[in-house]
């Protein structure tokens, strides 16, 4: 392979867009790609790049990523989109990174490692906020206390939602939540269980939320138990947990369509705003001794976090990628990754 192509698939979403023109301010010049050939080529002529759109059905993928080292795909949602170009990546031997959050996606992809180990293809799903942050403070928790058989994470951030971001959202209402319990993931009522958590500005009530990491922490630290949080007011908590009896319903299709059409009108936050609201982000490692290690991050707002985490992944399997098969971010770049970041702080852990 040439070892210089990076093709951007969903490049004129929000998220996508935003990497984009990063790559580009960075002298990158990867190849934008899409099913939507007139934004594709709309967004390339404007920065000047490459354009190569495509559909993700049939058999055709793998034939435009022969001249292609790394795919960074950031269409969602990931459940829908992903299988196909992981697929063609692991034929091709190109290298996968994805922005995705969604469990099912993560659990697809660690399903295919022995696939891509055949072909020295990289596969690392969760390349953006969904899951850096939390995934290399798990790690960095597990290093801590090595014998750790439970883990929580959580993060605190007031940024809000792209519209894939959305969309995805209401995909997850009807699934209910998820944990982690004895190596296991399971189905749990939303806001199954609520704590206090000190984020770092003082404790707040926080809820289970089904975040990526129920999947990915334990490939990073093999710890059996797993849960993540999200602070929430005790009021929004009681409205989460109505949505419980009403979930058979989020369900239907009329419904679902409904509600991402509305999802599909939000629009990205600005640039101020990302700058305004940075992310908080918490986790907690026990052992069966009742030892209990605490770890705190501060970094920049989730977007944010996704663009520069993504591209410099990107440009690690580039110039240094390991042998195939499926990674987490922290399996690929280590622990200390989300500290090289823009707008990050040095992870901090306390015995509590």
């Keep these: 392979m040439s070892h210089d192509r990076i ?3 969903g490049a004129y979403g929000y998220t996508g867009e935003l990497i984009a023109r990063q790559a580009v301010s960075e002298g990158l010049s990867p190849v934008l790609s899409g099913r939507n050939a007139a934004g594709v080529a709309a967004l390339a002529q404007s920065l000047g790049l490459d354009a190569r759109p495509f559909d993700l059905e049939g058999d055709t993928v793998a034939g435009q990523l022969a001249d292609i080292d790394v795919v960074l795909h ?5 459940v829908d989109t992903a299988p196909a170009m992981v697929a063609a990546c692991i034929a091709t031997g190109t290298h996968y990174l994805d922005i995705t959050g969604e469990i099912e996606v993560f659990e697809h992809v660690f399903g295919r490692d022995a696939d891509a180990r055949e072909t020295g293809a990289v596969l690392c799903p969760g390349a953006g906020f969904d899951v850096v942050p939390t995934d290399c403070l798990a790690a960095a928790l597990a290093e801590s206390l090595p014998d750790a058989t439970e883990l929580a994470l959580g ?3 007031r940024s809000g939602l792209s519209p894939g971001t959305a969309k995805t959202s209401v995909e997850g209402l009807a699934g209910g939540g998820r944990v982690r319990r004895n190596g296991r993931i399971v189905k749990v009522a939303l806001a199954a269980d609520v ?3 000190d984020f770092g500005d003082g404790p707040k009530h926080a809820m289970t939320i089904p975040w990526g990491d ?5 490939y990073s630290t093999r710890i059996p138990s797993i849960a993540v949080y999200m602070p929430m007011s005790p009021g929004r908590i009681r409205q989460v947990r109505w949505l419980n009896w009403a979930r058979p319903l989020l369900g239907l299709s009329p419904v679902k369509n409904f509600l991402k059409a509305r ?3 939000v629009r990205g936050p600005d640039a101020a705003t990302r ?3 940075g992310t908080r982000v918490w986790g907690e490692v026990r052992n069966a001794s009742g030892e209990v290690r605490v770890g705190r991050l501060q970094v920049a707002n989730g977007y944010d ?8 992944l990107a440009r690690r399997l580039l110039t240094d990628a390991p042998e195939g098969g499926a990674y987490t971010p922290s399996k690929l770049a280590g622990s200390a990754f989300v500290e090289t970041l823009p707008g990050s702080g040095r992870i901090a852990i306390t015995n509590e």
Excluded at 305 to 312: D, I, K, Q, Y
């Design 195 to 197: 704590r206090e958590i």
């Design 305 to 312: 976090v996704t663009v520069h985490a993504s591209l410099a």
């Design 74 to 78: 950031c269409a969602g949602p990931f």
């Design 7 to 9: 093709l951007i698939y």
């Design 155 to 157: 993060f605190e951030s």
């Design 263 to 265: 999802a599909g009108r």
């Design 275 to 277: 700058a305004r609201h």
């Design 214 to 218: 129920v999947s990915t922490a334990y």
